[in-house]
């Protein structure tokens, strides 16, 4: 805790950016939890130590079993465009699935849950998603006549023919890039135009809070899409959420669309060889957004990604075969695609997927589900996380689950948030993984080993195994652990899990991650290559990392960076609040004055006294440098579909700015509420829109940008 007021008016560089985070106590793991750990050994870190790079990641790929082994472990003869594992061949599908047939053909792979409580629960034996990935692995090839290297695009919910799908095309060597099913059809169009592909995959409809919704027409926005961007769909796939009956009042188009259960009995016992890939194949793409225009669609690896999935899968997410593992994720984003489909399945395990929304019906979902599937791994973003504490604090203890482990992903989690994850969804038994990484890095980058490293709240731990972070500040030097300055979060050495490229943007690909820290384009050496996460983060003296978000998610007022998240974490010590966000308003004495949305507990009502305690704790926690200009208490805060606050959004409000495009958003609706609410205080209270600079206009209009 500081005030910091007597070094307001001497710039900050940035190299001196204040970090206000107050160190947490560290928790241990329960000795149970140790005694049946994957990697309970602490000679695991030598193992992995800097000197054994890049061969350590052998006992990764050695996870997997490989048609012919590679002779070349780590190519760097093209940076940054790494190569892993070169020479060796292998089939993801297989690797998968066929490969667990001898030991566990009865045992179920997945687990769907749908989202109607009245309806079966349905188990997938790892013999029936053999059949069933065979099936559609002949449709594709011999129906829609997909080939090695062709892309396929999938707009599926959580069912379980979207990991079948995935499967289906790892088998055949085709490129499968999933569009998050809460995507809109245009957003799916641009997609198939990026990607270039001629079919889509798809489902007529999906539960999501009760209700079932027409997923098909969608798919009809999306092919009109692509067809303005000049790519042509041939064949669209549409699955139907109960085979034979049609969710959706698009009608089917002659010649186009097809209905998957009808075409299905054809391929019946069809059994397709698994094809022998390169271990550099791509094995599929995963969209993610960048400040600007395009979205960028990561490629990643066979060999190297599921080598690294099943790795990390293994001594992170600690699964064992007979475990019940529940990532509580959407497939449509690189957490499930990682860590719902490819690390489980490689490790034959059993993956629970949930078709829809946590608190549907009620808050106690979720514990309903682990009770009665017995899940003892379960993974979940902060969000998610924020959202049971807000609506059903006291469901957790209502039932009789038990998890060893749990894991958050997404976002920097607030030490009172991670505090209850423990004690009330965890009960105090489970030890806790924090996992940074992002959609371009595969797997894991920053975590705990959970039987070997303490945890701290708040606090993603230090670089995984393998992995050696470093922060450098704006001039490439490196800020020192323990120096309680921020800086740019780095990776020096690559890893088999990042990404090959950009799809189709080799350029974007080497600018965005790689030309800021590049010290040699000429180079070879992977050391010349950090690469760029665009996240800053901090390292206290114990070698752990506290990630305080995007690079662009700072507040500079007068001079003094401030982290969104240290703001918002400073509110959160507000028992009453649930939620909150910290934004920018544009100040003519201070360059950037803090404005905070908080949403408050069930039960609590919005007071002038409550946005006044909010105030005080900013600042106590962080210094009057931070106080915010206003509070503003709101009903819910705008979300993305996965569950990041747009903050971007409500800078515009507080900017009485264009808000952008707001209809990807999981709750567009609560724009209009906040913006009448705020405007009208504002107007209130003196407070009048002002013109902008184009350089302003930018920063609110991308602030936070998550979209
Ligand atoms: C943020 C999700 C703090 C970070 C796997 C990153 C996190 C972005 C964490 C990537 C974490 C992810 N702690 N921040 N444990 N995990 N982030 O691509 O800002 O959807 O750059 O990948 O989320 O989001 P993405």
Redesign the pocket.
């Given at each position: 805790m500081e005030t910091d007021e007597e070094s307001q008016d001497t710039p900050v560089s940035e190299a001196q950016i204040a970090v206000h985070w107050r160190e947490e106590e560290y928790y241990q793991p329960p000795a149970k939890f140790i005694a049946q750990a994957n990697a309970g050994d602490p000679s695991i870190f030598e193992r992995f130590r800097e000197e054994r790079f890049p061969e350590c990641f052998k006992e990764y790929a050695d996870l997997l079993s490989w048609d012919a082994y590679w002779h070349t472990t780590l190519d760097t003869s093209n940076p940054p465009f790494w190569k892993w594992f070169v020479g060796g061949r292998l089939n993801a599908s297989f690797n998968c699935v066929d490969r667990h047939l001898a030991a566990s053909s009865n045992k179920a792979a997945l687990i769907w849950v749908p989202e109607p409580e009245e309806e079966e629960t349905r188990a997938i034996t790892y013999q029936e998603l053999y059949k069933r990935v065979n099936e559609f692995a002949a449709l594709l090839r011999d129906f829609a006549g997909v080939k090695i290297g062709d892309r396929v695009t999938f707009h599926l919910p959580m069912v379980p023919e979207l990991p079948v799908a995935m499967l289906a095309c790892a088998r055949l060597g085709a490129i499968h890039s999933q569009v998050f099913g809460g995507f809109s059809g245009a957003a799916c169009g641009e997609r198939i135009a990026d990607a270039d592909s001629h079919v889509l995959v798809t489902m007529d409809g999906f539960y999501r809070n009760g209700e079932l919704l027409d997923h098909k027409v969608k798919a009809d926005e999306a092919i009109a899409r692509a067809h303005d961007l000049g790519c042509e769909v041939d064949k669209v796939l549409v699955w139907r959420r109960r085979p034979g009956q049609y969710a959706s009042k698009s009608p089917m188009v002659e010649g186009r669309d097809f209905f998957v259960d009808e075409l299905l009995p054809d391929y019946r016992d069809k059994l397709v060889e698994p094809v022998s890939m390169p271990a550099e194949a791509p094995l599929f793409l995963m969209y993610?957004s960048g400040t600007t225009g395009r979205p960028k669609g990561c490629e990643h690896s066979t060999g190297g990604y599921l080598a690294y999935v099943a790795g990390t899968s293994k001594y992170y997410q600690d699964i064992h075969p007979e475990d019940t593992y529940w990532c509580f994720a959407d497939i449509g984003?690189?957490?499930g695609h990682s860590y719902i489909v490819y690390g489980p399945l490689a490790l034959g395990t059993t993956s629970v997927m949930y078709e829809g929304v946590p608190t549907y019906p009620d808050p106690g979902r979720p514990w309903r589900i682990a009770q009665r599937l017995g899940v003892d791994i379960f993974h979940t973003s902060p969000t998610t996380v924020r959202m049971l504490r807000k609506v059903g604090p006291d469901e957790p203890a209502k039932y009789d689950y038990h998890f060893k482990h749990m894991t958050?992903?997404?976002?920097?989690?607030e030490p009172e948030v991670w505090r209850w994850y423990h004690e009330v969804i965890g009960k105090g038994e489970a030890v806790i993984v924090?996992?940074?990484?992002?959609?371009?890095n595969g797997g894991f980058l920053g975590s705990t080993l959970p039987a070997l490293q303490a945890m701290k709240p708040g606090s993603?731990g230090p670089g995984v195994l393998g992995i050696y972070p470093v922060i450098y500040d704006e001039n490439g030097d490196e800020v020192l652990a323990g120096s309680g300055r921020a800086g740019n979060m780095c990776i020096r050495n690559p890893w088999p899990g990042i990404f090959q490229t950009i799809w189709g943007q080799p350029e974007k690909f080497v600018d965005t991650y790689y030309a800021k820290y590049c010290r040699d384009r000429q180079s070879k050496d992977w050391r010349d290559w950090p690469y760029f996460?665009?996240?800053g983060a901090v390292q206290a003296a114990d070698g752990y990392f506290r990630?305080l978000?995007?690079v662009d998610d700072v507040i500079n007022v007068a001079g003094h960076r401030l982290g969104t998240k240290e703001l918002e974490s400073a509110s959160l010590m507000v028992d009453e609040v649930a939620e909150a966000a910290a934004v920018p308003v544009i100040d003519d004495i201070r360059g950037r004055a803090v404005e905070m949305y908080v949403s408050l507990k069930p039960g609590v009502q919005a007071s002038e006294e409550m946005s006044a305690k909010v105030s005080r704790a900013i600042d106590t926690e962080i210094g009057k440098i931070a106080r915010p200009k206003n509070v503003w208490i709101v009903p819910d805060l705008p979300k993305t579909r996965?569950g990041k606050i747009m903050r971007r959004v409500i800078a515009g409000i507080s900017n009485f700015t264009d808000v952008g495009d707001t209809s990807t958003l999981a709750n567009p609706e609560i724009v209009d509420v906040i913006r009448h609410h705020v405007q009208k205080e504002k107007a209130a209270r003196g407070e009048v829109p002002r013109e902008l600079s184009r350089e302003e206009l930018e920063e609110i209009q991308s602030f936070g940008s998550v979209e």
């Open positions: 993610t984003w690189i957490t958050t992903v997404g976002e920097p989690i924090d996992t940074w990484w992002q959609t371009e993603c996460a665009g996240d990630i978000g995007r996965s």
